[in-house]
């Protein structure tokens, strides 16, 4: 009987307008997100964690409405006559309410799958859980809402709640942003929120995944969440509101201390997405699987800076593999016989850039990766270190550097940096061949020492 | 499809009265609206009449466990209702229309009344057919599986009356039940009453003194807080003999008693 009163609240109660209302609205935002970035699965599901800083206050707000029902609908003094417990009577809404969310959160998934589906490549059944997680995070949401409405059963008391909740979900992650001291990686508490995933810390790329332990502590946190909102929901007495808190408290508690410290460290490669995929012929050229339609477009301007590399320098690296790594938070040596090379796709999955802007891209550096801390470094120290990884490109390709290697490549370059291209070009050429050369040595040790000043100064290479 | 009876119910009576008040007084809001009422009702159709004000609705609410009595005594079923005693399994013979019928419009007439009855905590199994037989009786069968919103105010007011009879209450308390019931409804109404006074104590509060007479087996009156006058349907009638106010002699009786009483309390001061 009980399953048939949650079967009339599944139709008739404000459930399936909440579904809907999330499937549609959530699902034209991630829509419109897949649709300017479809970075593939892991990317899909922590943009849609993202989202919860809207739809949290929304599932707030909605379950406050339906808890005033009774009220609204002058249901009260027939409902005092009844002997059913509170619990028993109150038990359907909420199991209704809770599907209706989590049924909204996965058909707003569904559209983004939707887009996604296609063209992924690669499917890591990792951000199955964490689209999982986010869908359970509705629940003590809707809880929630339930018990602080049937509490506080004004008309005010559901829109309140919905504008406390945004400005609250939107106004913490900053405080706790802006309260982090290491270089914009915020601490793991910051996990707690079920708006927080990864993408806010701007390392969010579709190479990595959360671990099984991220996942379990907030599991384990939501759960005891969402126990907490049903027993203030359904409790009867003024001690039995008090004592709903325990389980929030004691989650909590549990969670802050199977936490990681920081939150990138809540974050792992994810072994499956970074697998090399690789020409059969040498010289070797390989793409993550994630980018495995990539390698047709890489694969001619790599062999071609390999050439070029092995043609004017000394010791010349031997492969090129795709860079899934965000480098410039991780300033470590490089290894010399690899160039490393962030490969941008389209749509499909397939190299977004022309040939001969992968390849200034492949010899930025004489082939290496920018060893500089971006975080950290000054203006005019980070402007000098890409200057000379320009001309150096620039001289080993032998056309004059072009203002934004990213970008237009017909606009001339800065002032600063033709200047310093012609001064290499002054230079004998046995001087030249030294200096490039000592430009790559440094980079690849990450010594630390000016570019510029390597490649152009007085002191010459050393 | 019969209903099984529990073994409380067929357990021989122990109590003489289905409702018994004794100087009972109840407070709705600061005004003592019940104050020092004598009453005991058995079996049978009690009609409840009294002017606007009287204490009808707020004597209603107490006999429906709604209000908590702030003196005197009140015993439902043999069971004294105070601050104390869990009225679970009172409330499950209870059967209760409020005068201000609130409902769920998106439930449809079948949806409410099973859920009425899933919340006086029925046995599952005789639920559909319990709903079925209230839905039936009150004449809204073909009416079933719409929703509550598309139904005319006489038929919400007989929805109200389904779920009130779907537990097939010992004690049945129905505040203005026939507000907005067409003629040949009131009639049907009232022939159910008569069907269910064999077995149930029912309470029928009032404004209209033709039901009363019509439908009930004994007529109470109340005015401030108590009540003056008790009896058949034809002292009611004998009372007002002779001319005076109303169309009826059942309602020249009425006016004849609210007067006399009122006379009296002003003597009496």
């Known amino acids: 009987m009980t399953g048939r009163v949650v079967r009339i609240e599944l139709r008739r109660s404000d459930a399936p307008w909440v579904a809907a209302f999330i499937a549609v609205v959530g699902g034209a935002m991630i829509y419109l997100g897949a649709a300017r970035s479809p970075h593939g699965w892991t990317v899909l599901a922590v943009g849609q964690r993202d989202l919860l800083g809207l739809l949290w206050p929304l599932a707030l707000g909605a379950g406050a409405w339906q808890a005033r029902r009774e009220r609204r609908r002058r249901m009260e003094e027939l409902i005092s006559t009844t002997p059913s417990p509170r619990w028993r009577r109150v038990l359907p809404t909420a199991v209704a309410m809770a599907l209706a969310v989590v049924g909204g959160y996965l058909g707003m998934f569904a559209v983004g799958a939707g887009y996604v589906g296609p063209l992924a490549s690669y499917f890591p059944i990792g951000s199955m859980w964490i689209v999982a997680v986010g869908a359970l995070s509705m629940v003590p949401a809707v809880w929630l809402g339930l018990a602080i409405g049937s509490r506080l059963p004004s008309a005010l008391t559901p829109p309140v709640l919905a504008i406390a909740g945004v400005a609250a979900l939107l106004v913490a992650p900053e405080i706790l942003f802006h309260a982090s001291q290491s270089g914009g990686d915020p601490p793991g508490t910051t996990l707690l929120l079920p708006s927080v995933a990864a993408a806010r810390t701007g390392t969010m790329t579709e190479f990595l995944t959360a671990t099984a332990r991220t996942h379990l502590t907030q599991v384990l946190w939501l759960a005891a969440l969402a126990a907490t909102g049903l027993a203030c929901f359904t409790a009867a007495s003024r001690r039995a509101v008090v004592a709903a808190f325990l389980p929030a408290v004691l989650g909590a508690a549990l969670a802050v201390l199977l936490l990681p410290g920081r939150l990138s460290a809540a974050y792992v490669f994810d072994q499956g997405a970074i697998a090399p995929v690789c020409t059969a012929d040498a010289p070797k050229v390989c793409v993550t699987r994630t980018h495995a339609a990539a390698l047709d477009g890489l694969r001619g301007p790599a062999r071609q800076a390999l050439a070029i590399l092995s043609a004017k320098l000394p010791t010349a690296p031997t492969s090129v593999a795709e860079d899934y790594g965000s480098t410039h938070l991780d300033v470590q040596p490089q290894r010399a016989h690899t160039v490393l090379v962030t490969v941008r796709v389209t749509d499909a999955g397939r190299t977004a850039d022309p040939p001969h802007e992968i390849l200034w891209d492949l010899l930025a550096g004489a082939g290496t990766r920018p060893c500089v801390d971006v975080n950290q470094a000054q203006r005019e120290q980070l402007a000098r270190h890409f200057r000379a990884r320009l001309v150096a490109a620039a001289w080993l390709i032998g056309q004059p550097p072009p203002a934004d290697p990213g970008g237009n490549k017909d606009r001339p370059a800065d002032h600063e940096t033709l200047q310093a291209w012609e001064t290499l070009r002054g230079l004998p050429a046995t001087e030249q061949r030294a200096r490039v050369a000592a430009l790559r040595r440094s980079e690849l040790a990450c010594d630390g020492r000016d570019l510029l000043d390597i490649l152009v100064g007085q002191g010459g290479p050393r | ?269």
């Not at chain 2, 009225?87 to 079948?110: M, N």
């Not at chain 2, 401030?224 to 106010?245: H, I, K, Q």
């Open chain 2, 1 to 269: 499809m019969a209903r099984t009876a529990g073994a409380a119910e067929t357990a021989p009576t122990t109590y003489a009265w289905t409702i018994q008040a004794e100087r009972l007084r109840v407070r709705a809001g600061r005004r003592m609206a019940v104050d020092g009422l004598h009453l005991a009702m058995g079996s049978g159709v009690h009609g409840l009449l009294g002017p606007n004000g009287a204490g009808k609705t707020t004597l209603v609410r107490a006999l429906a466990t709604v209000l908590r009595p702030v003196g005197g005594t009140l015993a439902l079923l043999g069971q004294p209702v105070n601050g104390r005693v869990d009225l679970r399994k009172l409330r499950q013979v209870i059967g209760y229309l409020p005068q201000e019928f609130g409902f769920y419009p998106r439930f449809t007439v079948r949806e409410f009344v099973e859920y009425i009855a899933w919340l006086k905590e029925m046995p599952a199994p005789e639920v559909p057919g319990a709903v079925q037989r209230a839905v039936e009786r009150m004449g809204l069968a073909d009416r079933a599986d719409d929703r509550m919103k598309t139904l005319s105010g006489g038929m919400l007011r007989r929805a109200g009356i389904a779920q009130a009879i779907v537990n097939d209450p010992q004690i049945l308390l129905l505040d203005e039940p026939t507000a907005g019931l067409d003629p040949e409804q009131r009639l049907q109404f009232r022939a159910l009453l008569r069907e269910l006074a064999a077995d149930t104590c029912v309470l029928v509060s009032t404004h209209l003194v033709e039901d009363v007479v019509a439908a009930c087996t004994d007529v109470m009156l109340m005015d401030a807080g108590r009540l003056v006058f008790r009896g058949a349907p034809a002292d009611l009638e004998a009372a007002g003999s002779g001319p005076g106010d109303g169309d009826s002699p059942a309602e020249r009786g009425y006016a004849a008693i609210l007067r006399r009483h009122r006379e009296q309390a002003e003597d009496a001061r």
